[in-house]
C-alpha cells in the first residue's frame, strides 16, 4: 500500500514513538502522543517532541522515577483541550499501571473478549481512572462500550499489535490479535468509506466502526485494519 510505508512515519503522529527502541518507551510514547492525536497533524508532532522533551527523552523512566518536582514541570503543556493537570495525571496513571497491572499491554489485553477491541478499551479506561483523578480528564480516554468510535485508542492499537514487517507500525504486542483489531474511525475514512460504499451509518460512532469493521473482515479478515492506511491517505491527503 502507498502509505504503508517507511515515507509515511515523517509527517504522521506515529513518528514520536518511532524515536524510540525500548518495549515501553515506545508504548508510552505511541499513548501519550495518541491521547493528542487530534487537530493539525503538525502541531500533534510539535507538542509530541514537547512532551517527549518534558520527559528528558526517556518516558519510562520518567513515569516510573519522576519527583513531584518534575511532575510539576508537566503544568505548562497544552494541547487543545488537554492541559498539564491532563498531563499530569496520565503520568500517574501510567505509573500506577505499571506498579500495579503489569504495562499498558496488560491493561489492555486484559479486557479483551468478543471480537472487537470495544471491552478492551472500556476496560482499560476503568483501570485508568483507578486512582484520584480530575473529572475534566475523564474526556480524554474514550469508551465505546458508551458509543465513542474510540479512534486515537484505535489506531494507538494498530501502533502496538500490527505486525506486517512494512517499518510503519510496530507489532510489539503479542496479546491481542491483529484480527480483532478495529479500524480507527474519523470523518476521513469515514466519508472514503461510505464513498466506496463500506459504511452506510453517517454517524462516527461505535456502531459506524462495528459496520464497517464487519465490511474490511470480508476482505482480510486476518489483518482487517491494514485498510485503515488506504482509507485515512485517500481521505486526508489524496482528497479523494
Not at 518507551?25 to 501519550?32: H, P, Q, T, V
Not at 476503568?126 to 465513542?148: L, M, N, V, W, Y
Not at 499489535?161 to 484480527?179: P, Q, Y
Not at 475514512?189 to 460512532?205: A, E, H, P, V
Request: contains cysteine; positive net charge.
Amino acid at each position: 500500500m502507498q502509505f504503508n510505508s517507511t515515507d509515511f512515519i515523517e509527517h504522521d503522529p506515529i513518528a514520536i514513538p518511532h524515536q524510540f527502541s525500548k518495549k515501553e518507551d515506545i508504548e508510552i510514547a505511541g499513548f501519550l502522543v495518541a491521547t493528542i492525536a487530534w487537530g493539525n497533524r503538525k502541531s500533534i508532532l510539535t507538542n509530541g517532541n514537547k512532551l517527549m522533551k518534558l520527559m528528558g527523552n526517556d518516558p519510562h523512566h520518567f513515569v516510573m522515577n519522576y519527583s513531584k518536582n518534575e511532575l510539576k514541570t508537566l503544568s505548562s503543556f497544552v494541547h487543545r483541550t488537554f492541559n498539564g493537570d491532563d498531563l499530569t495525571f496520565f503520568i500517574q496513571a501510567l505509573r500506577h499501571i505499571y506498579r500495579k497491572h503489569n504495562g499498558l499491554e496488560h491493561a489492555f489485553s486484559s479486557g479483551m473478549k468478543g471480537e472487537d477491541t470495544s471491552y478492551s478499551i472500556s476496560n482499560f479506561k476503568k483501570i485508568f481512572f483507578e486512582i484520584q483523578h480530575p473529572a475534566r480528564t475523564t474526556k480524554h480516554i474514550s469508551d465505546p462500550i458508551s458509543g465513542s468510535s474510540a479512534k486515537r485508542l484505535n489506531m494507538y492499537l494498530r501502533w502496538m499489535c500490527r505486525k506486517d514487517n512494512k517499518g510503519v507500525d510496530f507489532g510489539i504486542w503479542n496479546s491481542i490479535s491483529m484480527s480483532k483489531l478495529s479500524i480507527p474511525l474519523d470523518v476521513h475514512t469515514g466519508n472514503i468509506s461510505r464513498k466506496l460504499g463500506l459504511l452506510y451509518r453517517t454517524q462516527n460512532d461505535w456502531k459506524a466502526v462495528d459496520e464497517l469493521n464487519n465490511s474490511l473482515r470480508r476482505f482480510d479478515p486476518l489483518d482487517p485494519v491494514k485498510y485503515d492506511f488506504a482509507l485515512f491517505g485517500l481521505g486526508a491527503i489524496e482528497g479523494f
